[in-house]
């Protein structure tokens, strides 16, 4: 990639972030009153059909708007970044005044009203349905302290997570919208556990370093996990193993999330970072280029959903003893679905993975997602805009819930920004020659 193409793809990558993407959500995702995020949208984004909100969507959104108001560089003026850090702001007093289940009760509640009373969820009659939401909670809280300079935020972060450690470590929590049965150990708890650590890890060298040896060995703990117990090998990650070690051979155990895959892997290209430690980097190269191969929909294009690990389209054949699992029914029945997150992460992970190695194979991966990506997501309506996130095998847009009933920013919005972030580092570097 010479000069002239990473200032073409910087330019793209800014006009999806301001134009596209921010021009949605900016205003109409901020509730003035309560504090706090509006985001169950219909999946063309022209309908909001709940003022419900989702913790695990309010943790991201803190994260998103307290990370832009930490770029720099030219997308954004010294004005827009304070605006960013005040709607950061905005969700996270929402969430410190609202989001636990009790007064020093470490853990959250998964789903408000409107006004920040917790509800129940459906399928779960704890108020703490989903652990996973705490951790985005705690990382935005992480991210927001180190944008606004705040140690009570740092503080909150902290105690929350190690709260979730120890329920963790206990097996005393909840795992909506993903519920499952302690038979089976998934592979989003490692990968999940691995973002939220690095978000505070990066955090607690500000506010706490003697805190910093416990987060670490968090990380160390999880990247054994993600290589050594739930990659085979093939180099493929199964999204389930049993509890006892191993893979089932039936379906539940003998497929991939190539969506999952390809960001935890740059989740852990992060943390090594963080850590100095490299000797999984050939690994998670490996896995990468046999994720989008296996993942790739020969016929439709894009990044199935689920696949087999032989990369056979379908999910018929034998589930064994996770016929009652929850998430053996939404393998089987969301399989072939397109899903907008599923894309971003593949971009962000292709192109910072080849501006690692310079891997040619790597950047014909990238162009390859990102034609698919640009051809397919991107909401036609310009008086709307963003994307339209779910789509059909074929790439039919569908009205439908996917984990939660919420139009989430997070995953396109994070990723576009770390592609700008990554190819203005890359411009200055090629202009420097």
Not at 39 to 50: E, M, P, Q, Y
Request: overall charge negative; proline content about 3%; some cysteine.
């Amino acid at each position: 990639m010479d000069r002239n193409e990473t200032r073409s793809l910087l330019g793209f990558f800014r006009n999806q972030l301001t134009d596209e993407l921010l021009s949605f959500w900016m205003p109409r995702c901020l509730d003035r009153e309560n504090g706090g995020y509006f985001n169950c949208f219909t999946n063309d984004g022209s309908r909001l059909i709940s003022r419900d909100k989702y913790v695990w969507s309010q943790g991201r959104f803190v994260w998103v708007f307290s990370r832009l108001s930490q770029m720099e560089g030219g997308t954004f003026t010294k004005a827009q970044r304070k605006t960013f850090l005040e709607y950061a702001r905005n969700g996270r007093d929402f969430l410190m005044k609202n989001v636990l289940i009790g007064e020093d009760d470490w853990r959250c509640a998964f789903l408000l009203e409107a006004d920040g009373t917790p509800k129940y969820s459906k399928g779960c009659d704890a108020l703490d349905a989903g652990i996973a939401a705490d951790c985005f909670v705690a990382s935005g809280l992480a991210r927001y302290s180190l944008a606004a300079n705040d140690p009570e935020s740092w503080m909150f972060a902290k105690k929350l997570y190690d709260s979730i450690l120890d329920r963790y470590e206990k097996g005393s929590y909840h795992s909506m919208p993903y519920p499952l049965s302690t038979d089976y150990q998934d592979h989003g708890k490692p990968m999940g556990l691995t973002n939220v650590s690095t978000e505070l890890l990066e955090a607690a060298k500000v506010f706490d370093v003697d805190y910093c040896g416990k987060i670490l060995s968090c990380i160390d703990h999880c990247a054994s996990s993600v290589f050594e117990e739930f990659t085979d090998e093939n180099n493929l990650v199964h999204e389930f193993k049993y509890a006892q070690g191993g893979f089932s051979q039936n379906l539940f155990g003998q497929h991939i999330n190539p969506g999952h895959t390809l960001e935890d892997m740059w989740f852990q290209l992060e943390a090594m970072d963080q850590r100095g430690d490299s000797r999984y980097f050939d690994k998670l190269a490996a896995i990468t280029k046999k994720t989008l191969e296996t993942g790739w929909d020969k016929e439709f294009g894009g990044l199935y959903h689920f696949i087999t690990c032989d990369g056979k389209p379908g999910m018929e054949g034998d589930v064994g003893d996770a016929k009652n699992e929850p998430q053996m029914h939404l393998v089987r029945d969301d399989w072939g679905s397109k899903l907008w997150w599923v894309h971003s992460e593949a971009l962000y992970t292709t192109l910072l993975l080849y501006d690692r190695t310079g891997d040619p194979e790597l950047l014909q991966w990238f162009y390859r997602i990102f034609d698919y990506t640009y051809d397919v997501f991107p909401n036609p309506d310009r008086e709307i805009r963003e994307w339209i996130q779910i789509r059909m095998r074929d790439g039919r847009p569908q009205e439908k819930v996917v984990a939660l009933p919420v139009k989430d920013p997070y995953h396109i919005l994070r990723n576009t920004l770390l592609c700008v972030e990554l190819l203005e580092k890359r411009l200055r570097k090629q202009s420097r020659k």
